[in-house]
């Protein structure tokens, strides 16, 4: 058996909101390593909205969500995914129960916003009997094949968060390829000897070569360059009787089902996030128009807050992030 990782973010380039960076994993045959996922797993799963039929949409998260239909999708599909591992039908009570099973590292940053108080008892608004069903068709196609769905990690940077953060290091590309690493280091621990990670990761903007910030974050690991060229790198990292492979690739939400899943997940929490700020804000003063947070919208919300709500008071630490 292998582990297969799949890692990636969402948030990334706005100014307003959480940066999320997630990551999934299953347990696959050794000779299902480099098969398609989304084949394997066709009678549960599919990457395309058209003909669903019942069936868990996992795809790029741009597909999977669009702002005016709202994220349907991508609740029904990171919910079913979270019951089927922990194997019951019981869905999160509300927003900060989610977020506790998913991320439970922010969960005390997050009660210092006042935009994330209601959090706690605000409802999914999910439709558990569907849910329940999708997942009990997944758990049966995963068993089929041999696969173990083994679950997804979120690290999410709430803004304040953010800040500290880039302020440190200057480079906003380094705390995401800072927290990459975490998750990539947090299945490398949980390894089990004997088994391979396989760890599949979006390309980090234009880079291609990996090799010294590689040897940086991992410094008691052995390194190996397998590939690097423009469309993808590929490292063999191996160390305390554990042996991993690290794959940055172009396009890879779209290519490999683990990333696809992993940038909903980090989509849905960003969202989530997203729309209790808006929710804050607006009830305060319905004049303002409603958010995604990205840079020009975002500064356009901004100057919208303090020109008709100006007696509403925020830490700009808290609300608007740092380049």
């Given at each position: 058996?292998?582990?297969?990782?799949?890692?990636?973010?969402?948030?990334?380039?706005?100014?307003?909101?959480?940066?999320?960076?997630?990551?999934?994993?299953?347990?696959?045959?050794?000779?299902?390593?480099?098969?398609?996922?989304?084949?394997?797993?066709?009678?549960?799963?599919?990457?395309?909205?058209?003909?669903?039929?019942?069936?868990?949409?996992?795809?790029?998260?741009?597909?999977?969500?669009?702002?005016?239909?709202?994220?349907?999708?991508?609740?029904?599909?990171?919910?079913?995914?979270?019951?089927?591992?922990?194997?019951?039908?019981?869905?999160?009570?509300?927003?900060?129960?989610?977020?506790?099973?998913?991320?439970?590292?922010?969960?005390?940053?997050?009660?210092?916003?006042?935009?994330?108080?209601?959090?706690?008892?605000?409802?999914?608004?999910?439709?558990?009997?569907?849910?329940?069903?999708?997942?009990?068709?997944?758990?049966?196609?995963?068993?089929?094949?041999?696969?173990?769905?083994?679950g997804a990690v979120c690290r999410c940077?709430?803004?304040?968060?953010?800040?500290?953060?880039?302020?440190?290091?200057?480079?906003?590309?380094?705390?995401?390829?800072?927290?990459?690493?975490?998750?990539?280091?947090?299945?490398?621990?949980?390894?089990?000897?004997?088994?391979?990670?396989?760890?599949?990761?979006?390309?980090?903007?234009?880079?291609?070569?990996?090799?010294?910030?590689?040897?940086?974050?991992?410094?008691?690991?052995?390194?190996?360059?397998?590939?690097?060229?423009?469309?993808?790198?590929?490292?063999?990292?191996s160390g305390h009787g554990k042996l991993?492979?690290?794959?940055?690739?172009?396009?890879?939400?779209?290519?490999?089902?683990?990333?696809?899943?992993?940038?909903?997940?980090?989509?849905?929490?960003?969202?989530?996030?997203?729309?209790?700020?808006?929710?804050?804000?607006?009830?305060?003063?319905?004049?303002?128009?409603?958010?995604?947070?990205?840079?020009?919208?975002?500064?356009?919300?901004?100057?919208?807050?303090?020109?008709?709500?100006?007696?509403?008071?925020?830490?700009s630490e808290m609300l608007i992030r740092?380049?």
């Amino acid at each position: 058996m292998a582990i297969l990782v799949g890692i990636d973010e969402a948030g990334y380039g706005p100014l307003l909101g959480p940066l999320v960076v997630s990551s999934t994993s299953f347990f696959v045959p050794d000779e299902q390593v480099k098969s398609d996922l989304w084949e394997i797993l066709s009678k549960a799963v599919s990457r395309e909205k058209r003909h669903l039929a019942g069936r868990l949409l996992i795809t790029d998260s741009k597909k999977a969500y669009h702002r005016d239909q709202g994220f349907g999708h991508l609740r029904r599909t990171v919910l079913a995914m979270l019951t089927s591992v922990h194997d019951s039908a019981t869905l999160p009570a509300d927003c900060r129960q989610l977020l506790a099973f998913l991320c439970p590292d922010c969960c005390r940053r997050l009660t210092e916003y006042p935009w994330y108080a209601d959090l706690a008892g605000r409802p999914l608004e999910a439709d558990a009997e569907d849910i329940a069903l999708a997942s009990h068709v997944l758990r049966r196609t995963l068993v089929e094949q041999g696969i173990r769905y083994h679950g997804a990690v979120c690290r999410c940077l709430d803004v304040a968060q953010y800040n500290r953060m880039v302020s440190a290091v200057k480079n906003k590309a380094a705390v995401l390829f800072t927290e990459v690493c975490v998750l990539i280091q947090c299945a490398f621990d949980t390894l089990p000897a004997g088994q391979v990670l396989q760890v599949l990761v979006d390309r980090q903007g234009g880079r291609i070569n990996y090799q010294k910030t590689l040897s940086k974050m991992f410094p008691e690991l052995r390194l190996k360059i397998l590939k690097q060229h423009s469309l993808g790198s590929s490292y063999e990292l191996s160390g305390h009787g554990k042996l991993m492979r690290l794959h940055f690739t172009v396009k890879a939400d779209y290519r490999f089902l683990p990333v696809a899943l992993a940038s909903m997940h980090a989509k849905y929490i960003r969202e989530i996030l997203i729309e209790a700020m808006n929710r804050y804000f607006v009830g305060q003063c319905p004049r303002l128009k409603t958010t995604a947070g990205y840079w020009q919208d975002g500064k356009r919300f901004i100057q919208d807050l303090n020109r008709h709500a100006p007696y509403i008071k925020y830490n700009s630490e808290m609300l608007i992030r740092s380049r």
